[in-house]
């Protein structure tokens, strides 16, 4: 999957902006990049601490950006661009002040096309990468609400890898059924960008009517309304688990479906069952999992776990590349 996303960026590079340009993790992930030439990372931060934390890591990151808000020579328009995108929110000098921060000046980065695209989250919390990115970037037009997928991949016995999409399991807590409208669409077009066709099931505690409840009622009605509009792709349900996965039960519980036992792309009733959905794909059936992706923004910004290694900067990077168009 990742061969197939770096040609993709080396027939069109793009720029990258890391918030925490002075983590090892972030330095070696830019290292790892800049040695491919189909990424080059923007590092946010004090340019003698990055050049003191990459020398004693011995990592070579020459090609990289380095940019300090105190001295970015572009702040005056910076502050104005920003001052514009919150519409009378936050005055100059509120917005001057959150600018000295790597986070929204990032974002500012993005919004203003000097970046294609940002990572963040090494030290900051998911609400701290979240929150520039709606307030700057905001969401596509037509599109209500940021959502999240992961894509879950392993490999095949017999060669090549088996490739999930599965939203959303990181923002909405109790999205609605025309949310649920929203976050399928989005999570099959992010899933497409990995190679995935996408099949989608509306994951429940039902079947087809099996099971009664308020739960069951949105995902079957979020159904309903996507299979009304002129799709692309297949979705049905809802669906208990087995029933979308197997075939043998997807025979057995939805024998009309073209869906069910072939399923591919999920869709959960909440961040619940999304969030320990994925877990237990991750850790027991023992899946690579990347994410959360963010999607419906304007750009991609993306959020990495403040646990993560360096290995996952730099596949979380290309991820987030593949997304800018």
């Not at 590079?13 to 990049?33: H, M, N, W, Y």
């Not at 649920?180 to 994951?203: H, S, W």
């Not at 069910?260 to 994925?278: E, Q, W």
């Amino acid at each position: 999957m990742f061969r197939l996303l770096i040609q993709k960026l080396k027939k069109n590079p793009k720029k990258i902006v890391f918030t925490e340009g002075e983590d090892p993790r972030i330095l070696e992930a830019s290292a790892r990049l800049l040695s491919g030439t189909f990424l080059t990372p923007i590092l946010i931060g004090d340019p003698e601490r990055i050049y003191r934390v990459a020398e004693e890591e011995c990592l070579n990151i020459k090609g990289a950006a380095i940019l300090q808000p105190h001295s970015y020579d572009k702040m005056d328009e910076m502050v104005s661009k920003m001052v514009e995108l919150r519409r009378g929110k936050m005055t100059p000098e509120q917005c001057r002040a959150a600018l000295q921060q790597g986070n929204y000046f990032g974002t500012m980065l993005v919004a203003m096309k000097e970046a294609d695209c940002l990572l963040g989250g090494a030290t900051y919390s998911t609400a701290d990468t979240v929150r520039p990115a709606l307030q700057l970037i905001k969401t596509k037009p037509g599109n209500k609400i940021v959502s999240s997928c992961f894509i879950l991949v392993r490999p095949f016995a017999t060669g090549g890898n088996q490739v999930l999409a599965m939203g959303d399991c990181a923002i909405n807590i109790d999205p609605s059924e025309d949310d649920l409208v929203e976050i399928t669409q989005e999570v099959v077009n992010c899933a497409r960008r990995f190679g995935v066709d996408p099949k989608v099931a509306m994951l429940s505690y039902s079947t087809m009517g099996s099971g009664k409840g308020p739960m069951v009622d949105k995902m079957h009605n979020a159904c309903k309304k996507l299979q009304a509009m002129d799709l692309d792709f297949p979705v049905d349900g809802e669906f208990q688990f087995d029933a979308a996965v197997s075939p043998t039960v997807g025979r057995l519980k939805a024998p009309k479906s073209n869906v069910a036992g072939r399923a591919n792309t999920f869709i959960f009733p909440d961040i619940s069952a999304g969030n320990i959905g994925y877990k237990i794909a991750q850790r027991m059936g023992n899946f690579d999992a990347y994410g959360p992706i963010l999607l419906g923004l304007n750009a991609p910004i993306n959020d990495l776990s403040r646990g993560c290694n360096a290995m996952e900067v730099y596949s979380m990077a290309i991820i987030t590349a593949a997304l800018a168009d």
